[in-house]
């Protein structure tokens, strides 16, 4: 019973986490503006960023191939593509439990030990943060004064935006700051248990200094560049399914890609909450109005977590089938 309730906690907190920043963030919002918005919007470009955002998962599954090949393993391409796809679809369940969901799925389907497919993703998340840090850096390079404009405001100065009270900027980052956290404390908390069983340990060990091994690391660099560009198209280009933001810069689209992707880090689904207040704060900071700003997440963030639970259900359908067809073969 203990553990039942556990589990529920920790699946029912980040998404209450995510309602109440959203609450404090749409409270006044006008929510029939969004059918306008929807009718008004540029099809083609929404049709290419989604199809961005497919890619940048497949990408994703095929670089896992390249870390797992050092040790011997090598499931089929399909299996890993679709495990991203259930990876991602089981964070919007339970945030950071899509990691381990998608080694579940190459150990049933393909026979790769779990400790070891585990350790090439932490390899992964390793190299994605010195991404992260890198796209960061040149972000911030070419627009400090917007970023630094935004620090300002978050830090507690009065919103500009009248659907978040004054006191809405300092509590969204406090109760983002406590739901990382809290996450860290509840990984290190697993963490210290793992380290007791040896064999274990010595395989996750193994899966992370699986990148020294890696004979392809050229096509690994090209493939985390691609998942990264990927991943920025598929926000940019939202830009252009506006009229109200289509004269946003590269250069803001890459401030604004930046501020959201940090904010997926704390844990909500899809970064829900945290993710829009980042991004409607800067939109405001180039001059977006309110309404503007409040439709573009709400729409954007929808439109992303929408596609990011279809594949994970195309991914379910399709990987007992498709391995059935592969093993009758």
């Not at 670089?63 to 299996?79: S, V």
Request: charged residues 10%; contains cysteine; positive net charge.
């Amino acid at each position: 019973m203990k553990k039942i309730l556990n589990n529920i906690v920790k699946s029912l907190l980040p998404l209450l986490l995510g309602v109440v920043i959203l609450y404090w963030i749409y409270a006044e919002f006008d929510f029939s503006q969004v059918g306008v918005a929807l009718k008004e919007m540029n099809l083609f470009w929404f049709t290419v960023s989604l199809v961005f955002g497919v890619f940048s998962h497949v990408l994703r599954g095929w670089r896992w191939l390249l870390t797992l090949a050092p040790m011997g393993y090598y499931p089929r391409r399909c299996n890993c593509v679709y495990s991203i796809f259930i990876a991602y679809a089981a964070n919007l369940l339970l945030p950071r439990v899509g990691e381990v969901s998608r080694c579940l799925v190459i150990e049933r389907y393909d026979a790769v030990p779990f400790a070891q497919s585990l350790g090439t993703v932490v390899t992964e998340r390793l190299i994605d943060t010195l991404m992260v840090l890198v796209i960061t850096t040149i972000a911030v390079a070419c627009q400090w004064n917007v970023f630094f404009t935004f620090l300002t405001n978050a830090g507690g100065a009065v919103f500009s935006f009248d659907s978040v009270a004054a006191m809405g900027g300092p509590a969204v980052l406090v109760l983002s700051a406590f739901a990382v956290g809290l996450l860290l404390f509840l990984l290190l908390r697993k963490m210290s248990l793992w380290a007791k069983l040896k064999s274990f340990f010595y395989n996750f060990i193994e899966g992370v200094c699986s990148l020294m091994k890696m004979k392809n690391r050229w096509l690994f660099i090209i493939e985390t560049i691609g998942i990264w560009f990927c991943y920025f198209m598929q926000f940019y280009l939202c830009f252009f399914c506006f009229e109200f933001c289509a004269g946003l810069s590269i250069a803001a689209g890459l401030l604004l890609f930046v501020a959201g992707s940090i904010a997926v880090i704390v844990p909500t689904p899809n970064g829900a909450g945290p993710w829009h207040f980042a991004v409607i704060s800067i939109m405001l900071i180039y001059g977006l109005s309110t309404t503007d700003a409040s439709l573009f997440a709400l729409i954007v963030h929808s439109s992303q977590t929408l596609l990011v639970a279809v594949l994970g259900v195309y991914a379910l359908v399709m990987l007992p089938f498709k391995n059935r067809i592969t093993t009758n073969k």
